[in-house]
DNA sequence: TAGTGGTCTAGACCACGTG
DNA sequence: ACGTGGTCTAGACCACTAT
């Protein structure tokens, strides 16, 4: 037989779109530049529109596109690194001078099952506590940490119109009087349920960076929060302060 | 108007229908258990396939299932958590005794352009050794180490049938008589290359958690590793040693 | 060869942001 | 009101795996 097979391995359309686009978005367009509306590219390409958005959503996976509801579809800027690690060497307490998040408010919805199980404790009887973290005015992260009501007891409720950002404040004040013994993070993809993908401005199971975070203290786990950025735009950097010094000189 | 809206925002099918089989998932299956097919499924639920499948992509997505074309759909297990490196502790060069990591090849490919910016040498001035890391068997993750060629000269070329695993395992051990002054860690989200893609056991475009290291030695990044872990079966873990033998006790 | 998930089509309608 | 991306349908065919 003289049919030479070349390796004939049929590569799915959308792939070999996806790569077409890539490499338009790194010659012919810049940052924050507007690309024709999906029917349109469709059209050009000579494929379905469904087949069209398979690409379009690698791209947004990967941070190269940014398409907007009503509005269109938009080439994103890099990502933006975001400081998670090394709060300069040794560890410390969420709320510490130097973090890069806002308490926002003081929820009184029970924690999930597996944090209640971190934390040896009812999911009931936590303070949760919700932060936000923004990035050159953009929202780039939101973050419920839960403390067990044993360690922090209940806070000023008596004050009344005290408001939830206050409370969440006067949390992490308490928290502070322990002594940190150290922590332990984990990241892992998730998908954003309606709540955060709110505070994200982003749609229902976007795709997400899930970071966890064990307090220890006193030989237990004194407090856990879930922090969840968007997948997208950032960029999740564990730095070695030191290193990073070293090289700036 | 007596037209109450009572928050009326109706919730996409694919979204309800992703709900419905989370808590099945939970309740009636166990792990490695098969699901229906998908016609069957799509037309239990009375949906089309394709809104069927953006439910299971979903499920995939965030690691409650397997799918495997020519198989089936599968429950899948909790993610494994995969140690990254403690962000407080000691750090090690790669392939330090105790590294998960086993070395595979030294590759001849160029590097790619952000690499070379990282290490400020030509794309084809380096040494590229891949290694992979498995976990119970399984291949989790794919990397390839980047050093560049001032750093650790040419090794052994002349011993002609010196097989690739070998010339890996030289250019690590070149890299040990160098002094580390520490590393940072970047992790994103990307989608697997082909080639990445084969080596997971994956379809291309398969999501992919990407953690980049820069290592550094006499004030310079004296190498960039690359490696690329599964995102449905992972949960990377930043663990503090210290803290963490703390709790055994 | 039979059955699975993966790709692709050509439509339709909806929700949202902007003018 | 209009144009955008988001959802959904009912089909078809393909690539892969197991038998």
Redesign the interface.
């Known amino acids: 037989m003289g049919t030479m097979q070349l390796e004939t391995v049929p590569e ?1 359309k959308y ?1 070999h779109l ?1 790569t077409v686009l890539s490499e338009a978005l790194d010659s012919e367009f810049s940052v924050g530049e507007i690309l024709p509306n999906e029917r349109e590219l469709a059209a050009r390409f000579g494929v379905a529109r469904a087949t069209l958005r398979q690409a379009l959503e ?1 791209l947004e ?3 190269r596109l940014q398409r907007r509801r009503g509005v269109g579809t938009t080439v994103a800027p890099p ?1 933006v ?1 975001v400081d998670v ?2 709060e300069s ?3 410390a307490w969420p709320g510490a001078p130097g973090d890069a998040w806002q308490p926002e408010d003081h929820e009184s919805a029970p924690a999930p099952a597996a944090v209640a199980r971190l934390l040896g404790t009812g999911r009931d009887e936590v303070h949760a506590v919700r932060r936000s973290r923004t990035t050159g005015g953009q929202q780039v992260a939101s973050e419920v940490l839960y403390v067990p009501a044993t360690l922090v007891p209940p806070v000023a409720e008596g004050d009344g119109a005290q408001h939830g950002s206050a409370r969440a404040r006067a949390v992490l004040r308490e928290l502070h009087r322990l002594e940190l ?11 954003a349920r309606a709540d955060d993908a709110r505070r994200l401005d982003r749609l ?2 976007a ?1 997400v ?1 899930v970071v966890t975070t064990r307090y ?1 203290a006193d ?3 004194a407090a856990v929060s879930v922090a969840t950025y968007r ?2 735009t ?7 302060a ?3 010094s ?2 700036a ?1």
């Open positions: 799915p792939w996806k690698q996976l990967e941070g990502r690194g690690g090394s060497g040794p560890h013994g150290g922590q332990e993070r984990t990241v892992e993809l998730g998908s229902p199971g795709p960076l220890f030989g237990r786990t997948a997208d950032c960029r999740l950097s564990f730095g070695d030191d290193a990073v070293l090289m000189s």
